[in-house]
């Protein structure tokens, strides 16, 4: 396929996956933040160093939901910027983003940062609420929460098929709430997990992840959606394997046992 031909066809996916509301599929609570992402007014644009792949920060004519006080920013991701891989398509890695997020949100989780998609200042890409990290370490007596709180984003992982969960992708802020950023390299559909929180192998999901999971796996009406809404980011095979990884983990609710060598991601530092 020539350049012009593949960059024509990622940008139409583009247009077909971004059709319609900025905010459909999102948790309730995230409304008005995914409206905000998808159409406020850019008014600053800045880069991260360091990463793997094109990342900018967003500065957005709205008002930041933690800092009322202070502007929105996003953390925007443009397919362009994308360094190719051998084991994901091109140009897909934004779109995965996206999916994880609505994932979480069909869970009813609120570990991912609001995110949706957004034709920005570098062409289209995946947006998402900037996190601001606690500035003091978690007091004791936070602990358990924090737990009960990174075995449901594991089991997150398990469904979206995480192969890059690194430490430095959970954040907590100062209220103690984690969040589970950088999830684009998800929904491979063959086996791929790899995750910082590869102990967990073998144990069984926590009561409020079994939950979760099962009431999404019997739900005729909310797994049909996630499914549709899936499909206008993710190729078929994706989405066949994340329903069968639903089915499969509500049946049996363990977390799987990864090798220790390969079930590990790469960490920075």
Do not use: C
Not at 91 to 99: F, K, P, S
Not at 148 to 170: E, F, T, W, Y
Not at 174 to 182: F, N, Q, Y
């Amino acid at each position: 396929m020539l350049p012009d031909q593949a960059e024509d066809r990622w940008r139409e996916h583009f247009a077909a996956a971004a059709a319609g509301d900025p905010a459909g599929g999102g948790r309730a609570a995230d409304i008005e933040i995914l409206t905000a992402l998808g159409n406020a007014r850019i008014e600053r644009l800045g880069e991260v160093p360091y990463g793997s792949n094109a990342v900018f920060v967003l500065e957005l004519d709205a008002a930041d939901p933690s800092r009322p006080d202070a502007r929105m920013r996003a953390i925007y991701k443009p397919a362009r910027g994308e360094r190719p891989l051998w084991d994901f398509p091109r140009h897909t890695l934004y779109l995965r983003e996206v999916a994880t997020y609505l994932v979480d949100a069909a869970l009813g989780l609120g570990h991912v940062p609001p995110t949706t998609l957004r034709d920005g200042p570098v062409g289209p890409g995946s947006v998402q609420l900037f996190v601001h990290a606690a500035t003091k370490r978690p007091a004791a007596a936070q602990s358990d929460a924090v737990e009960a709180q990174l075995r449901n984003i594991a089991a997150l992982d398990v469904l979206v098929n995480n192969a890059d969960r690194k430490r430095s992708h959970l954040m907590i802020t100062d209220s103690g709430w984690i969040r589970a950023i950088d999830n684009a390299l998800t929904f491979l559909p063959y086996p791929r997990q790899r995750t910082a929180l590869i102990a967990l192998g073998g144990q069984k999901l926590s009561d409020d992840a079994f939950d979760r999971v099962s009431t999404l796996a019997k739900d005729r009406e909310r797994l049909p959606e996630l499914e549709r809404r899936l499909g206008r980011l993710l190729s078929a095979r994706e989405v066949t394997a994340f329903v069968h990884r639903v089915s499969e983990l509500a049946g049996d609710p363990t977390y799987p046992v990864l090798d220790e060598w390969d079930g590990r991601p790469f960490e920075w530092w």
